[in-house]
């Protein structure tokens, strides 16, 4: 019989058996070579008593490894079902109670790695549901402008006019891409920001000039006001990206001849940035839900948009130990100001 097939109930009976003819052996020895009956008395009870605390111990220690063993059972159950843990049993042997404290923490580091996958799970869900209601519009335009100059007959004045439609839908659809493009990449770790000493009158003028030909369009001025000896550590890239963004939101929102004013000011720790634009404000309600991916007024479904340049441009900062703050009244504009580092 293979030692590591025997159960630890027959090798405990074993062992008992064993004991029992061996101190047996040496009783009938001793009587032997004494030739005293007394002597064997004495042996034979000592034996008992040596058998029965034995077998008390052995029962005691079968107990306890069992109850070890069915707690042990019960927490893998549970790490298997993702349950809640079970209570383990820390006042067991020594070597045992080891084994409880090192599986205790491997429950918990499993649980909460299950945790994450499924917020992660669930954030993907949201990212697929917000996709596709975004570009469902979008597609389902292209189709009926496709359908219409596939089966109907016009002149090429409308044609142009169709065709122009279908180009805004996919240069929507285009930027909606590179948006999620970034947004994910940033998100997943696949870019990371490369903070470098730089002057940030060139990271600002890279962000205007994404601004000038829709602003200069609607007839909005434009004033800054941004030192040019202005240098500290930031991703100029990004953050001209993050900067563009919220700009943009400025030109789309801020009536015609209305305002814009950057204004940069040095801090004691940060670098602030202020945004202010002379647009249609922001209701004290919405503002704190105004950064989250495809949020839109109702308000302001009118106007071209997806929702995701403040979101995108939030994660650029706040990526670089920096915030932003917005302050805003309905119908007298607003100002997002951006706080980004010194060091």
């Known amino acids: 019989m293979k030692l590591q097939n ?3 109930r027959r090798f405990l009976l074993i062992l008992a058996v064993g004991v ?3 101190a047996a052996c040496l009783i009938a020895i001793c009587c032997l070579m004494t030739g005293s ?3 064997a008395l004495y042996g034979a009870l000592l034996t008992a008593a040596m058998f029965v605390w034995g077998m008390v111990f052995l029962k005691f220690f079968q107990r306890k490894l069992t109850e070890f063993t069915n707690s042990l059972c019960r927490t893998l159950d549970g790490m298997v079902d993702g349950g809640e843990r079970p209570q383990v049993d820390m006042e067991a042997e020594t070597s045992l109670a080891r084994v409880s404290h090192r599986l205790e923490r491997l429950y918990n580091i499993m649980q909460m790695n299950r945790r994450k996958v499924e917020e992660e799970k669930a954030e993907l869900q949201i990212l697929v549901s917000d996709i596709s209601h975004q570009t ?3 597609i389902a335009n292209l189709k009926m402008i496709n359908d219409t100059l596939q089966t109907r007959k016009m002149p090429e004045e409308k044609q142009q006019e169709f065709l122009q439609v279908s180009g805004s839908q996919l240069d929507k659809l285009d930027f909606l891409i590179q948006a999620m493009v970034k947004a994910s990449r940033l998100e997943t770790g696949v870019i990371t920001l490369e903070k470098k000493q730089a002057r940030f009158t060139e990271t600002l003028t890279a962000a205007l000039n994404g601004i000038l030909a829709p602003m200069e369009k609607k007839q909005i001025s434009l004033s800054v006001d941004c030192p040019d000896s202005f240098s500290f550590l930031h991703d100029s890239r990004w953050t001209a990206e993050a900067l563009y963004n919220i700009l943009d939101n400025a030109v789309k929102y801020t009536p015609a001849c209305g305002s814009i004013r950057v204004t940069v000011k040095e801090w004691e720790m940060y670098f ?3 945004i202010t634009d002379t647009g249609k404000g922001i209701p004290e309600k919405e503002q704190a839900a105004i950064f989250k991916r495809f949020y839109r007024e109702d308000a302001v479904h009118g106007i071209d ?4 340049g403040l979101y995108l ?4 900062v706040t990526m670089q130990g920096g915030y932003i ?3 805003s009244v309905s119908g007298a504009g607003s100002t997002f100001s951006v706080f980004l580092p010194k060091k």
């Open 272 to 274: 602030k940035i202020d």
């Open 305 to 308: 948009g997806i929702g995701i």
């Open 325 to 327: 703050k917005v302050s």
């Open 313 to 316: 441009a939030r994660e650029i």
């Open 6 to 8: 025997l159960s630890i």
């Open 37 to 39: 009956g007394i002597f």
């Open 20 to 22: 029992t003819i061996t």
């Open 136 to 138: 469902k519009t979008s």
